[in-house]
């Protein structure tokens, strides 16, 4: 089988294999992606994409620092969002525990008062970012 790429198509599919690379090479088999990685980066140039070169002492393909940088600004962005996700998330499940522990909830009336504390700490982030998150002993 054989697919065709325009430029544009191509520079899109090579940023979600590097978004998808980043996050699988944290696993413990990413053979298969890193092939698929390289194979895909070996195209760079046909493509006319600058910050893809070949490094013949490890024979890999490998993204200058630029390119990688600029790939880096999405994985971050993205990478903070979920962080302030999960905070959110925990935060809210612990105080819901806690009020758990001195009130009935219905499944509903859980759902609910679950999703209202998450809304709670996603504002309180929004509004105040990290600066008056503590951890008490």
Sequence with gaps: MKINFTKKQYETLFKMVQYGYWV????????????LEQYLNSYAKD???????????????????????QLHQVINEY??????DKLAYHMARKEFAEEADNHE????EAFKRI??????YHVHIE??????LKLEE
Excluded: C, P
Excluded at 50 to 68: A, N, W
């Design 127 to 132: 509004e105040q970012g990290l600066q008056k």
């Design 105 to 108: 909830y219905s499944q509903e």
């Design 47 to 69: 493509f006319g994409m600058d910050g893809v070169h070949f490094v013949k002492e490890y024979e890999i393909y490998d993204l200058s620092r630029e390119l990688e940088d």
């Design 24 to 35: 699988a090479s944290d696993t413990e088999n990413n053979k298969e992606f890193s092939e």
């Design 115 to 120: 999703m209202e504390l998450e809304e709670k």
């Design 79 to 84: 990478e903070e969002g979920v962080f302030r």
